[in-house]
């Protein structure tokens, strides 16, 4: 072997998952709630994150879109900026406060 030992992945139980996921919501809620306030915003996106990767939970597309993933801002008109791009198709978002690019690909549909 080359040094590295092999961690076993045990799965957490699923009243703990549950119990995650629903502060996940709770934190989600006060993080839009408190837009306004940038460092309580950024703390609870931190803390939302946390938990996800601590109990392996897949955030939806939904979620992970409305926040950066750099610096932990939760977006709003004032410190984003959204574009579609045909070309590339996608959706760009550009965080203001750190200046990192996100861009989302969309399909059109089909006539």
């Known amino acids: 072997m080359s040094g590295?030992?092999?961690r076993k992945q045990v799965k957490k139980p699923d009243?703990?998952?549950?119990?995650?996921?629903?502060?996940?919501?709770?934190?989600?809620?006060q993080?839009?709630?408190n837009s306004k306030n940038?460092?309580?915003?950024?703390?609870?996106?931190?803390?939302?994150?946390?938990?996800?990767?601590r109990y392996t939970i897949r955030l939806p597309k939904s979620i992970k879109r409305r926040f950066c993933k750099?610096?932990?801002?939760?977006f709003t008109s004032e410190n984003s900026s959204v574009r579609t791009s045909p070309k590339q198709?996608?959706?760009i978002v550009t965080c203001k406060n750190c200046g990192s690019v996100q861009r989302?690909?969309?399909?059109?549909?089909?006539?």
């Open 4 to 6: 590295q030992r092999s």
């Open 15 to 29: 009243w703990q998952t549950g119990i995650a996921k629903e502060r996940i919501k709770t934190l989600l809620a």
């Open 31 to 33: 993080a839009e709630l």
């Open 38 to 53: 940038p460092a309580y915003s950024r703390r609870y996106v931190e803390l939302l994150r946390k938990i996800a990767m």
């Open 70 to 74: 750099n610096c932990n801002s939760f």
């Open 89 to 91: 198709q996608a959706v």
């Open 104 to 111: 989302f690909p969309y399909r059109k549909e089909k006539a």
